[in-house]
């Protein structure tokens, strides 16, 4: 577990340094046009994260929402922050290359968000879009410490299986030589009764002929 522990603290240090979610303006199409959007990174960004994250976030905004084609909706959505009107908010995940964005576009009614026209509400949905892209970069990151973990786990494991399985043999090695060492004993034993037994049979093979030959004195 030590090993684990070293391993996920230099994944997360390696990953920390130089890695910031960063926001743009950009024009984005969408299916029912190109709209003026809030763009935020996703670094190390897993798409199928990203996509439950996304889902979670246009949810929170309030509205009536919905997915179709790769785009999320929150219509009617409301929020403290964006005044009293309702507004209808988009996004959808953009792909180049390894590198993940999302888009963010909102129709206030009549127009769409811009950062020249609706400064207040630009700067919170901006500010949502931020924290929105940490914490599915946080998450994505986390997925692939547990993938990478779950790896190491199994590759101890099996380090250990190894180790035990030399012990193992090692144990069997001096059993094993234990028994050699009686089996040797054994015969050295055996042998030396053994040619006792030769004595013993060579004296009674003698008595045995002396007693036949009481036969031939019998007349």
């Given at each position: 577990?030590?090993?684990?522990?070293?391993?996920?603290?230099?994944?997360?240090?390696?990953?920390?340094?130089?890695?910031?979610?960063?926001?743009?303006?950009?024009?984005?199409?969408?299916?029912?046009?190109?709209?003026?959007?809030?763009?935020?990174?996703?670094?190390?960004?897993n798409?199928?994260?990203?996509?439950?994250?996304?889902?979670?976030?246009?949810?929170?905004?309030?509205?009536?929402y919905?997915?179709?084609?790769?785009e999320?909706?929150?219509?009617?959505?409301?929020m403290?922050?964006?005044?009293?009107?309702y507004?209808?908010?988009?996004?959808?995940?953009?792909?180049?290359?390894?590198?993940?964005?999302?888009?963010?576009?909102?129709?206030?009614?009549?127009?769409?968000?811009?950062?020249?026209?609706?400064?207040?509400?630009?700067?919170?949905?901006?500010?949502?879009?931020?924290?929105?892209?940490?914490?599915?970069?946080?998450?994505?990151?986390?997925?692939?410490?547990?993938?990478?973990?779950?790896?190491?786990?199994?590759?101890?494991?099996?380090?250990?299986?190894?180790?035990?399985?030399?012990?193992?043999?090692?144990?069997?090695?001096?059993?094993?030589?234990?028994?050699?060492?009686?089996a040797?004993?054994?015969i050295?034993?055996?042998e030396?009764?053994?040619?006792?037994?030769?004595?013993?049979?060579?004296?009674?093979?003698?008595?045995?002929?002396e007693?036949?030959e009481?036969?031939?004195?019998?007349?």
């Amino acid at each position: 577990m030590k090993q684990v522990t070293l391993f996920v603290a230099a994944l997360c240090t390696t990953w920390a340094i130089g890695q910031e979610v960063k926001t743009s303006n950009d024009k984005v199409s969408f299916s029912h046009g190109s709209f003026d959007a809030i763009v935020v990174s996703i670094p190390y960004g897993n798409k199928d994260i990203i996509e439950k994250e996304l889902k979670s976030e246009m949810k929170d905004w309030g509205g009536k929402y919905n997915s179709s084609k790769g785009e999320y909706t929150a219509k009617e959505a409301k929020m403290k922050e964006m005044g009293d009107k309702y507004f209808d908010g988009y996004a959808k995940i953009i792909e180049s290359g390894s590198e993940i964005k999302v888009a963010f576009a909102v129709d206030l009614g009549g127009s769409y968000m811009n950062q020249g026209d609706h400064k207040d509400q630009h700067r919170t949905i901006e500010s949502r879009a931020k924290k929105f892209g940490q914490n599915a970069s946080k998450e994505s990151v986390n997925g692939m410490i547990e993938a990478e973990t779950k790896i190491l786990k199994k590759l101890t494991g099996e380090k250990e299986d190894m180790l035990k399985e030399i012990e193992d043999s090692k144990k069997d090695i001096e059993n094993y030589k234990k028994k050699i060492a009686e089996a040797e004993q054994n015969i050295k034993d055996n042998e030396a009764a053994s040619k006792k037994k030769e004595e013993e049979i060579g004296a009674q093979t003698t008595k045995l002929g002396e007693t036949q030959e009481l036969l031939k004195k019998i007349k």
